[in-house]
């Protein structure tokens, strides 16, 4: 139990805590506001209340999860004093910046809005209404924008130079848009789109399943189906283009994800384990299942691409194996299950049995998408471990030893700070679900019309 008394550790595990809690509120927070958006376009289109319904509904469980997104959140920025005091210190010229941006130009926004959004109903015309609903959406994607530019300028370090001991920005256009931003954002901002989705989809699939108010839930199921449907295959394509991108900037990742230890000859593919047992002090796989050159194929494009050993590199600059590696494939694997839930979903749709009258009895099929809930919240946590952990030893890759950043604290403090962290995070999840549960029990009103 030596990790106990280790801070660098601890803080390295309060920090993955924390947010890899956090990180499951505004995921559904971007998911859901882009529903709600579509919803209120079409009800102001149409003027059919029914879209109205579903925009009061959805949107008290959208409030509920912005509430415990913000109180987690706060948290987070603490950390880089209280834990990660050297991380600050070196790169918060420009590091620090970037979460000044996150928090004037979108958390703010999200902020100003959310009240009119949320309690502006029959109070503000509709168009100002609407105008809420697009700039809460918007504030929060673009705060997921800021997130992830800080953490891809840490993955694919561009624009900065080090000064005495701190990396100082020269070109806050490279450093910005970093090699790594445009697809690490995409691939998060439609993960997260898939979560809100799974989430209006599953809860609507519960109601029809127990025959409650089933013409109501059913345009909200198909409406996320629709959704969905498009956001899949495209989320599957910006997975494949960011293996890509991380062979190319960060090779030792993509060996550790793969349990990749020798650099294939030329000529000869790469096998892709889909199972195995690492072994690092041996530097191979006990034992592993194997496809011959698709490891090449996924990786490069090509049956005979060369993807580099982890041997080729020092020892003291290789990720950890074990975590990467089976993250990825229980990413891969529910990312897969989605695809297949939407090609099944669509068949029964062609065939006509989603109908109000029919829709109850595809039990098989509601039950998937309920208890599928959880699925795309899993695969965004795997993808996250892939990515951070993949990125060890360093902080900012290249440049900045992760073990270097760490406050200078004695084990006890960090041990007392992550026990609170887990008892309060504990309390707040088991307070939404007592909330949440009473809404859902609640059901939508059917019968609300908008006064204007």
């Not at 979560?195 to 399943?209: D, E, K, Q, T």
């Amino acid at each position: 139990m030596e990790w106990l008394s280790d801070p660098v550790f601890l803080s390295r595990l309060q920090f993955s805590f924390t947010i890899m809690f956090h990180i499951l509120w505004p995921a559904l927070t971007i998911g859901m506001s882009v529903f709600l958006v579509v919803m209120e376009a079409i009800w102001l289109k149409t003027a059919d209340s029914r879209y109205y319904r579903h925009c009061r509904f959805w949107g008290s469980l959208f409030l509920l999860n912005f509430a415990i997104g913000v109180v987690t959140g706060v948290v987070m920025e603490f950390q880089f004093g209280t834990n990660w005091a050297g991380f600050s210190a070196v790169t918060g010229d420009f590091f620090g910046n970037i979460l000044g941006f996150e928090a004037a130009m979108a958390f703010a926004m999200e902020a100003a809005f959310l009240a009119i959004m949320m309690f502006g109903w029959n109070r503000v015309s509709r168009a100002v209404h609407m105008l809420s609903t697009v700039l809460v959406t918007l504030g929060a994607s673009l705060s997921a924008f800021w997130i992830m530019d800080g953490n891809a300028w840490m993955q694919v370090p561009a624009g900065v130079t080090m000064r005495a001991g701190h990396l100082v920005p020269v070109s806050y256009r490279e450093a910005i848009f970093n090699a790594d931003i445009f697809l690490s954002f995409s691939h998060m901002w439609f993960a997260c789109l898939i979560v809100g989705l799974f989430v209006v989809a599953g809860l609507s699939a519960g109601y029809i399943l127990k025959k409650r108010d089933t013409e109501f839930f059913l345009l909200s199921f198909k409406m996320a189906v629709v959704a969905a449907i498009v956001a899949a295959p495209l989320q599957i394509y910006l997975g494949d283009a960011s293996g890509r991108l991380i062979a190319r900037y960060q090779p030792a990742k993509v060996a550790a994800m793969e349990s990749h230890w020798d650099t294939n000859p030329p000529g000869i593919g790469a096998p892709l384990a889909v199972v195995a047992w690492p072994d690092p002090e041996r530097q191979e796989n006990r034992w592993a299942i194997e496809i011959p050159y698709l490891m090449s194929l996924l990786t490069t494009h090509s049956l005979t691409g060369q993807v580099k050993g982890l041997k080729e590199f020092p020892r003291e600059d290789r990720p950890p194996i074990v975590l990467p590696f089976y993250a990825f494939r229980i990413m891969a694997v529910l990312g897969i299950g989605i695809f297949f839930l939407m090609l099944w979903t669509v068949w029964d749709w062609l065939r006509g049995l989603l109908s109000p009258e029919r829709a109850a009895t595809r039990k098989w099929l509601l039950r998937c998408w309920l208890f599928g809930i959880p699925a795309p919240y899993i695969a965004l946590e795997m993808g996250w471990i892939v990515r951070e952990v993949g990125r060890q030893p360093w902080v900012v890759y290249g440049i900045l030893r992760t073990e270097s950043t760490v406050s200078r604290l004695s084990a006890r403090p960090v041990q007392a700070s992550l026990a609170a962290y887990v008892i309060i995070y504990t309390l707040l999840f088991v307070l939404f679900f007592i909330f949440a549960r009473r809404i859902i029990q609640k059901g939508p009103d059917t019968t609300a019309v908008t006064k204007q």
